[in-house]
């Protein structure tokens, strides 16, 4: 079943700008992952952070999680137009399973 | 090149018509899975398959058959395709709890 949920399901924002998406979930996890998909395209992964990890960066990727609150948020920064394209988190309950969000449609306008 | 690929990349099919999907891995991973996208509906998982001969039901097997003969293998088979099967398909394969790497999707439309 689909139990993570991305928030927003579409944002639009000025190229230069940050963009921040929230992913929630339900089960406790090994890792949340967050992956890129262009329009028709297969997914590619952008990022993995484990479950005691609370913040972690790539580029201009910055992902957190919180256990908590069973959360997480992807921010890009300074946005480029190649950034357009939808994003996915992805929680991994158990070794062989990942379950997966709707996605957030990101559009970055020149 | 590590990959993940998939045949045929497009498929336009008639009601009834069995179809299988290859989908074929050269990084040696242990899990492969089927996903089908469809608009609004995120991803959903089809099959997966944790190892050799071993596989298991996703959110939504109806309809659909898979096998792991080989480790580097995974077809997804469709007996008796119906329009509702009309979607994009895609192939994943990792170590467990890794990285998911994807296919190229497989785009089946069914008459």
């Known amino acids: 079943s689909q139990q993570g949920e991305e928030d927003p399901q579409a944002l639009s924002i000025q190229e230069g700008e940050n963009a921040t998406m929230n992913c929630s979930y339900k089960?406790?996890?090994?890792?949340l992952q967050w992956y890129r998909q262009n329009s028709g395209r297969g997914l590619v992964h952008l990022i993995l952070i484990r479950s005691n990890e609370r913040e972690k960066h790539s580029g201009r990727l910055r992902v957190t999680l919180d256990t908590s609150k069973k959360s997480s948020s992807l921010l890009i920064t300074a946005s480029r137009a190649a950034d357009t394209a939808s994003y996915f988190c992805a929680t991994d309950p158990s070794n062989y399973q990942l379950i997966w969000g709707a996605g957030t449609k990101l559009i970055i306008k020149p | 090149e590590a990959q993940v690929t998939q045949n045929p990349r497009y498929l336009i099919t008639v009601t009834g018509k069995k179809l299988t999907v290859t989908c074929s891995q050269n990084m040696n991973h242990e899990y492969m899975s089927w996903y089908r996208q469809d608009p609004g509906l995120g991803l959903r998982q089809i099959y997966y398959s944790m190892n050799v001969e071993v596989t298991d039901k996703g959110d939504v097997p109806e309809g659909y058959k898979v096998s792991r003969k080989e480790k580097r293998n995974f077809p997804l088979i469709l007996e008796s395709p119906s329009p509702n099967q009309t979607s994009l398909y895609f192939c994943a394969s990792s170590f467990p709890s890794g990285t998911q790497y994807f296919g190229p999707g497989t785009r089946l439309l069914v008459l």
């Open positions: 089960t406790s996890i090994n890792n």
